[in-house]
């Protein structure tokens, strides 16, 4: 059980381009999701929170306006890179968590490049 | 502000060797650590997770440990394989948000 799945796999797309990254809890209902990003040779860093049916929560020097993120339903999150930059290009990852509890479930990752 | 650090960086050895990770982090009050392994490309694959109120997990040749009190948690890897070769990442559960903030992961490399 508590399989998160993500889609794309990998996306290629020009510069100033937005792209939308899907993130699922196969069989589980996730109150609370998490979108990081990896930059080579890097740990994760934490990009936002997003908790079903309210705004995300986005840490600091995030955009938000840059980093939409979109929590409709308890299975499924979605984070739209909008107008993508060369400097956007990294691994996504996703994460999603049941309601109160403290472990999160990671997703198989989505990489970006912005050509 | 909770930060964590893994020591070492980059670490070689030849296989059969026993080997210790080490993971620190500057507060204590978190709701769990958890190992995960990362093999270059990939997503993260979670290995063992230390709830606060425990002092350490063990699944097969992996043993991890976890002291609050000194900010710290190892994971031991009994006779290495090459397959063990990736990099590892401690995360710790900050305590009030749940969110995890990641280590800055060891990079293995178990010689055949």
């Known amino acids: 059980g508590a399989v998160v799945s993500q889609h794309p796999s990998w996306v290629i797309c020009k510069s100033g381009t937005s792209v939308k990254i899907e993130c699922r809890s196969l069989?589980?209902?996730?109150?609370?999701m998490f979108w990081y990003r990896q930059f080579p040779k890097q740990s994760l860093m934490l990009m936002a929170t997003?908790?079903?049916?309210?705004?995300?929560?986005?840490e600091q020097g995030v955009e938000k306006d840059k980093f939409l993120i979109n929590h409709a339903s308890l299975t499924l999150s979605t984070l739209t890179v909008t107008s993508a930059h060369p400097e956007d290009s990294s691994f996504y990852i996703c994460s999603a968590s049941r309601l109160a509890a403290n472990t999160q479930y990671f997703g198989p990752g989505t990489r970006l490049t912005v050509l | 502000k909770q930060e964590v650090t893994q020591i070492p960086a980059a670490l070689s050895v030849p296989e059969g060797e026993n080997l210790v990770l080490n993971c620190s982090f500057t507060?204590?009050?978190?709701?769990?650590l958890q190992w995960f392994r990362q093999d270059p490309g990939k997503g993260l694959t979670s290995l063992l997770l230390?709830?606060?109120?425990?002092r350490e997990q063990t699944s097969g040749r992996l043993n991890a440990s976890l002291d609050k009190s000194s900010g710290r948690s190892t994971l031991y890897i009994a006779a290495s394989q090459p397959g063990d070769s990736a990099t590892y990442l401690c995360a710790a559960s900050t305590s009030g948000t749940y969110k995890y903030i990641f280590g800055t992961g060891t990079r293995l490399k178990v010689l055949a």
């Open positions: 069989d589980f209902q996730a109150t609370t």
């Open positions: 997003s908790n079903e049916g309210s705004k995300a929560t986005y």
């Open positions: 230390i709830q606060s109120s425990q």
């Open positions: 507060d204590s009050a978190i709701y769990n």
